[in-house]
């Protein structure tokens, strides 16, 4: 059949309302929506995906001398302070928050008219470092998701670690996440996940094992509820080149048995550090396991072989920590202004420019 341009453009346009229409009706039922209708637009551009780990609240003492990890704190974490203050400068700048489910199905894209997609992913999430200036655990708390600290006043907060903060940011700022979407939740396995000792490796009695994966369930719902999604960033968090095959295999096989059951299946996977090899014959055990979205670091679009997969993904992601912040100001400007959001309270001033390896 033969179309004139006329017809051409027209079609193209119908196309592009269909498409506008049925993201519409897939976000009417949520919430969040703070648009008319006729304030989206198809999208076809870059979609942004940043990630930090469990913030530092309590800065004197994750920051003190006395504390082991400080430098691990300093280097790969922000703070409360910091994590709050990146909101504000994302909103500021236009950003909105889309899925990562809705990416990596290739779905197309509806936002309001002038706002840029962004997606939010969180790492680690087990809460090991009891008493050193980060929370203890998720909880909920009268309907609401709120953080936990046994050795802090209050011990409830929803201020101190990101999942609570970007709640009550969405609840000031509901336009910030138009149709319901939140962050995609990396978690291990090795002490549990976010807070609970749900897995033989934490060393916990069998009845508290049952009493925790229990409560963790519940809590996993309710997360899922609102609209985060869950990834493996495997069970062991051991980096990929020091890992053997059979060591991989392990890994899978724990993360099925242990957090598969809590947290339900997922195609994505986020490597330790970002470390990884995709043409490494390791790298097909996780596909064996149903993983093949994989989630990387790096402010790129992956290698000529990552992006020829026609089985897998690959979606590079940009750190935020103590370390981006001071060392890619320029290139993080279009997200956000690093140098203003940046906690002075930390031991470190902005000017060191030390790396992620010293």
Known sequence: MYY??????????????????????????????????????AYDGKVEHIFTHELVFDTAKAFSPSNSV??????????????????????????VLVSLDVVIDGSPLALP????????????????????????????????ICDYTKNSEPQLSRSRENVTILESFIESHPDFSPCGARATLCVNGYNGILGYRCTPDCKVSPKRQAEETASCKILVAELKRLGYTFASHTYYHRYFNDSSASMIEKDCIAWQKYIL????????????????????????????????????????????????????????RLPFDGTALRLYEKAYARLADTRAIYDRTRFRPFTYKGSYHK
Do not use: W
């Open 4 to 41: 004139t341009s006329t017809e051409k453009r027209q079609i193209r346009i119908t196309v592009a309302a269909a498409i506008i229409a049925a993201i519409l009706i897939a976000c009417s039922g949520l919430a969040n929506i703070a648009y008319a209708d006729d304030e989206f637009a």
């Open 70 to 95: 400080r430098d691990c704190f300093d280097k790969d974490h922000l703070t409360a302070a910091e994590f709050k203050a990146l909101l504000g400068e994302l909103y500021r700048n236009d950003y």
């Open 113 to 144: 008219r002038g706002k840029k997609p962004l997606v939010m992913s969180f790492d680690d999430m087990t809460y090991d470092t009891v008493n050193r200036g980060c929370i203890d655990k998720l909880v909920i708390s009268d309907g609401k």
């Open 261 to 316: 059951p809590i947290v339900g299946k997922t195609r994505v996977l986020c490597y330790p550090a970002g470390e990884h090899n995709a043409k490494s014959g390791k790298n097909a055990i996780f596909g064996r396991y149903g993983f093949d979205t994989f989630l990387c670091v790096g402010d790129h679009a992956g290698s000529d072989y990552e992006r020829a997969c026609a089985d897998s993904k690959y979606i590079y």
